[in-house]
């Protein structure tokens, strides 16, 4: 298991792709984000995308997903915050996303030896290396103690 110590500022990891179907697109606007151009491929024609296209917020969900599959490794033990989210372009049914992550900061908790905190660039990119999503997140992560 990768502590504090074990990562550095700099490091990139990649994860694998994941690839969004129509189906998926529908039911996730359905149930969360029920505007036109997630959950109705005729409407979503007259939409500002020209079709269906998968909510943001699903969207990061996928990125959220990818991005635990791709740090099982670490030593995570919460979620602080993000910061930054940018939706670049749609995703779209059949797309594929893989997440580039790249850590960009690291500070020790100034309240707890057992822990620190490492924030990372998140970048979401479909199946033509185009940016879908950006965003910046900070993680508690656990550190080497004597204990």
């Known amino acids: 298991m990768k502590l504090y110590e074990d990562v550095s500022v700099g490091d990139v990891r990649q994860s694998d792709g994941y690839t969004v179907s129509k189906s998926e697109i529908v039911e996730f606007g359905e149930k969360y984000d029920p505007q036109p151009f997630h959950t109705d491929a005729d409407a979503a024609k007259d939409s500002v995308f020209g079709g269906l296209v998968a909510s943001g917020w ?11 599959q791709n ?9 602080v915050g993000v910061d930054d989210l940018r939706w670049h372009q749609p995703l779209q049914p059949g797309d594929t996303l893989r997440l580039r992550t790249e850590i960009i900061d690291k500070r020790p908790s100034g309240s707890d030896p057992s822990r620190g905190y490492i924030t990372t660039r998140h970048e979401g990119l479909n199946q033509d290396d185009e940016l879908v999503i950006s965003y910046e997140a900070t993680a508690m992560i656990r550190r080497e103690t004597d204990e």
């Open 58 to 68: 699903q969207t990061a969900a996928i990125c959220m997903r990818l991005n635990v």
């Open 71 to 79: 740090s099982e490794d670490m030593a995570t033990q919460a979620g």
